[in-house]
């Protein structure tokens, strides 16, 4: 398994996000801004929930590598 990538390489991708926004937003953003799988795979094994913020992300990303 590749490595999880951190939350500086996530949030590059996620940058102009509207928040709250929820994990498939989060997704589609990601993809648009030509994230990487290993950025993908981190975001689709978050929580399908609401993020009010970025630091949210990164945290449930921070917990699901775990």
Excluded: C, W
Excluded at 18 to 39: F, I, M, Q
């Amino acid at each position: 398994m590749a490595d999880a990538p951190n939350p500086i390489q996530i949030q590059k991708f996620l940058g102009g996000v509207d928040y709250p926004a929820t994990r498939e937003t989060l997704l589609s953003h990601a993809k648009d801004s030509g994230a990487d799988s290993n950025v993908l795979d981190a975001l689709g094994n978050i929580p399908d929930k609401e993020y009010d913020s970025p630091t949210a992300v990164s945290s449930a990303v921070s917990d699901a590598k775990g």
